[in-house]
Structure formats: structure tokens, C-alpha cells
């Protein structure tokens, strides 16, 4: 079971950049798919980028050139930088770990283990 620590999240201003940062118990090199999650009040959890062990990134329509999933295999990190924060990116962001995709699903992941999320506020 991989234990996923998230870290970063807060209240911005929208128009503010924002890093979230994800710590995984064992070597990311060593899972298919990380990810990263939100849920917004009332909504389902949606995904928002994912990365491969090949490191081949996927993100969700809604944050395409506004957001960058990167990591630091070294550190077993993952991160997701967010720019031009939008009142509507208000949510619990989660970071997810699938050891089980192949292929193109990994950049479609449906994740499998969770960290507990960090909320993100986007509010003037």
C-alpha cells in the first residue's frame, strides 16, 4: 500500500500561482501512474493532470496551460503547480497512486490510493 502525503494548499487570490506538493512512502519510479485529483463541493472528483513512470503527462481540459504536474523521483515527490488560480479551482485537491494502469490508461488513471487532500481556496 503506498501512503500519499499532500502539502502546499491554502487560501489565493485568483490570479495567483499556487504549488501543491505530494510526498509517496516508497519510489514513485516504481508506480505507473501519480496523479492529482480535485473535488469541489457538491461535484465528483475529477482528474486534473496525471504522470507516467515514463513521464508522460495528461491534463484535464480545464487547467490545460494554466497547470504543470512534475516530480522528483529522488525525493518520491510529485508536484502540481497552478497558475492563474480561478475562483472555480476552489477544492480539495488529492494526490493518487496507481501501480495497476498499463498504457494509455495511466494517463487516464483513476488513481488508487489517496492522500488525505489539501484544500485550495481561490477567493479576492
Known amino acids: 500500500q503506498v501512503q500519499l502525503v499532500e502539502s502546499g494548499g491554502g487560501l489565493v487570490q485568483p490570479g495567483a500561482s499556487l504549488t501543491l506538493s505530494c510526498t509517496a512512502s516508497?519510489?514513485?519510479?516504481?508506480?505507473?501512474?501519480m496523479a492529482w485529483f480535485r473535488q469541489a463541493p457538491g461535484k465528483e472528483r475529477e482528474l486534473v493532470a496525471a504522470?507516467?513512470?515514463?513521464?508522460?503527462?495528461n491534463y484535464a481540459d480545464i487547467v490545460v496551460g494554466r497547470a504543470t504536474i512534475s516530480r522528483d523521483a529522488a525525493k518520491n515527490m510529485v508536484f502540481l503547480q497552478m497558475r492563474r488560480l480561478k475562483v472555480e479551482d476552489t477544492a480539495v485537491y488529492y494526490c493518487?497512486?496507481?501501480?495497476?494502469?498499463?498504457?494509455?490508461?495511466?494517463?487516464?488513471?483513476?488513481?488508487?490510493?489517496w492522500g488525505q487532500g489539501t484544500q485550495v481556496t481561490v477567493s479576492s
Open positions: 504522470i507516467t513512470s515514463g513521464g508522460g503527462m
Open positions: 493518487s497512486a496507481d501501480k495497476d494502469c498499463t498504457g494509455y490508461g495511466c494517463y487516464k488513471t483513476r488513481g488508487k490510493y
Open positions: 516508497e519510489s514513485i519510479s516504481s508506480i505507473n501512474a
